[in-house]
């Protein structure tokens, strides 16, 4: 029988196969980001879910980078998680790593945001404040146009996620950055 996973639970087994500070940051910064879109979409009885999902979205990344959203399924299944988990969470490689579609909300909000996360953070990082909290859209519309900025970020991935939820990529890029307001660590 599928288990579910606390959060104490879920940060145990991340921490397992990730060491590294930048990795373990980004997991806490996108399980705030899919903890702020659940309630903003209506799904905050499901918040929990949803952040655990964003905390544990890159665990195998460290370690099998090349097996990413792949390994990961393995991991989880060999601890009996819930297939809900490993489904959300293997489905963030859609068309990159595995051909797992994200189908529920959640599931395209996970894929839309975590590159965008990163590219956000990049922006964020190279203003005066270093914070998103005076973050505005166009600042990171000018530096997004530039491809050589934050390059690891694939836009494509972004502008497929945001088709995917049927939003318009400024749309997008704007409730991210509120998101990344909401859990600025």
Request: overall charge negative; some cysteine; proline content about 2%.
């Amino acid at each position: 029988m599928a288990k579910d996973i606390t959060r104490e639970e879920a940060w145990a087994l991340l921490t397992e196969f990730n060491k590294d500070e930048f990795h373990l940051k980004h997991a806490q910064i996108v399980e705030g980001v899919m903890r702020y879109f659940a309630c903003k979409l209506g799904y905050g009885d499901e918040a929990d879910f949803w952040a655990i999902v964003g905390l544990l979205h890159d665990l195998d990344f460290e370690v099998y980078p090349q097996e990413h959203c792949i390994k990961v399924q393995e991991i989880m299944g060999e601890r009996g998680l819930d297939e809900r988990l490993i489904h959300a969470v293997a489905s963030h490689g859609y068309d990159l790593t595995v051909d797992i579609e994200p189908e529920h909300q959640m599931e395209k909000i996970l894929y839309a945001t975590d590159e965008l996360t990163g590219l956000i953070g990049a922006v964020a990082i190279m203003r005066p404040s270093k914070s998103v909290m005076d973050l505005e859209l166009k600042s990171v519309k000018k530096k997004y146009k530039t491809a050589n900025f934050a390059a690891g970020c694939s836009r494509e991935v972004i502008e497929r996620g945001a088709k995917m939820l049927g939003w318009e990529l400024d749309e997008l890029i704007e409730q991210t950055i509120l998101a990344l307001r909401s859990c600025e660590l």
